[in-house]
């Protein structure tokens, strides 16, 4: 949790001022479309401001990580998390595309990928990176530290859940999609957030790179293992304190598309959304792949009813 040290109440005015992160002496530049290329040491990431962005005003900030292979411009593309008319909390979103490390890949072969997976680099520190990024983008832009959230494609995604277990503490809600749950991705013993999670996440019933039954590689290839993904959304209601066998509403709001919904925590207000989506393939849902856009409709939407206390 940051600490309010971070903030100043003027308690003449009434007015709730945003002090360390309206930086207006940044050095950050953004070009004509509102992009910025940041480095930290020998890692990057794009930033996106909205039209709307006002150095005065705390804005909410999505953190959005790629798939295996694919790089920080590709997932802008498919998420679509930098178009106009997103807002949380009434403000437009700072949306920001890290780029993973290279790792080993398939076969050897060379290709950027976050820490967890069989393919994955080895001896690179993904969640010092994520860390030193939030501590850049509070220091050189106006970011509400209370509203910011991790969301993540297949190795992304995996990555997500990661963040889900460990840095919870740091982002509201998280929304991992076709999530590559390998061995090191899911610690299903080993995940202590210290409070309950929002999380919100999307699958294909047909996806052939992390099917939704799970997979059971050979002992030679245990690491390639995946667990079904149902189970997966079971283990974080029952962390959620709430009964997997017993959720709040189960609708189907788009054709092909079954939506379960667990609201769990003390005051039943924290969510566990799972969609599941009838013979959907490897994708982030957008209208050109299924029936409904994942990010405009149920994202977003998510995202804005959680925040860090």
Request: proline content about 7%.
């Amino acid at each position: 949790m940051l600490s309010k040290s971070r903030f100043i109440l003027l308690a003449s005015s009434g007015v709730f001022a945003c002090a360390v992160e309206c930086n207006s002496t940044s050095s950050w530049t953004f070009d004509s479309s509102n992009h910025s290329n940041q480095t930290i040491g020998d890692r990057s990431f794009l930033v996106h401001i909205p039209a709307q962005y006002n150095a005065d005003t705390p804005h909410p900030v999505v953190l959005s990580f790629h798939g295996y292979g694919m790089d920080d411009r590709t997932q802008e593309h498919i998420t679509g998390f930098s178009k106009d008319g997103l807002f949380i909390d009434g403000k437009g979103i700072i949306a920001v595309y890290p780029l993973a490390a290279y790792g080993p890949g398939w076969n050897q072969k060379p290709v950027r990928a976050w820490i967890g997976a069989p393919y994955s680099p080895q001896g690179v520190d993904d969640f010092g990176f994520v860390d030193s990024l939030l501590d850049a983008l509070q220091n050189s832009l106006c970011v509400d530290p209370k509203r910011i959230y991790a969301s993540g494609m297949s190795n992304g995604g995996g990555f997500v859940n990661l963040l889900a277990c460990t840095a919870a503490s740091r982002f509201a809600a998280f929304a991992p999609v076709s999530p590559a749950l390998y061995n090191g991705t899911h610690p299903f013993s080993d995940c202590a957030p210290g409070r309950v999670v929002p999380l919100i996440t999307f699958h294909g019933t047909a996806d052939r790179t992390i099917p939704y039954t799970g997979r059971k590689a050979s002992a030679k290839a245990s690491a390639d293992d995946t667990p079904p993904i149902a189970e997966w959304c079971d283990s974080w209601v029952v962390r959620n304190g709430c009964d997997a066998s017993a959720p709040s509403n189960v609708t189907a709001p788009y054709a092909g598309v079954n939506e379960t919904t667990w609201q769990c925590g003390a005051s039943n207000d924290t969510a566990v959304k799972a969609f599941v989506i009838e013979n959907g393939t490897h994708h982030w849902p957008t209208t050109a792949e299924t029936s409904f856009d994942a990010t405009s409709e149920q994202i977003v939407p998510f995202f804005n009813q959680y925040m860090l206390d």
